[in-house]
């Protein structure tokens, strides 16, 4: 079965920098796009960045020139790089991974993902 495990998160000061790890097993990561979310206490769990099959890229615009997200195949790992980091960003942060969608309809909808890590928590501080 499909399980995702997120590594990475930790406590880190404004302006810092962290790169979260997302390690996929029971699936071939080539096959299905993939997404980060996040979600802060009281708020509503929000799509970061995905990436499809492809390689191709989708931001939200609070974290576009900030964060990157990639992925090696081979490792079965996606990552988010993430710079240049704000107390805004601080949340807990979610992998995801679907196959059902072609590479055209690649997006941050939460509806578009039926696979889900449990997360790893970023703090930011000022």
């Known amino acids: 079965q499909v399980q995702l495990v997120e590594s990475g998160g930790g406590s880190v000061q404004a302006g810092g920098s962290l790169r979260l790890s997302c390690e996929g097993s029971?699936?071939?990561?080539?096959?299905?796009?993939m997404g980060w979310f996040r979600q802060a206490p009281g708020k509503e769990r929000e799509g970061v960045a995905a990436?499809?099959?492809?390689?191709?890229?989708n931001y939200a615009d609070s974290v576009k020139g900030r964060f990157t997200i990639s992925k090696d195949n081979a490792k079965n790992t996606l990552y988010l790089q993430m710079n240049s980091l704000k107390p805004e960003d601080a949340a807990m942060y979610y992998c995801?991974?679907?196959?059902?969608?072609?590479?055209?309809?690649?997006?941050?909808?939460?509806?578009?993902?039926?696979?889900w890590g449990q997360g790893t928590q970023v703090t930011v501080s000022s």
């Open positions: 990436i499809a099959r492809d390689g191709s890229t």
């Open positions: 995801a991974a679907d196959s059902r969608y072609s590479d055209r309809w690649l997006s941050r909808s939460r509806g578009m993902y039926n696979y």
């Open positions: 029971g699936f071939t990561l080539s096959n299905y796009y």
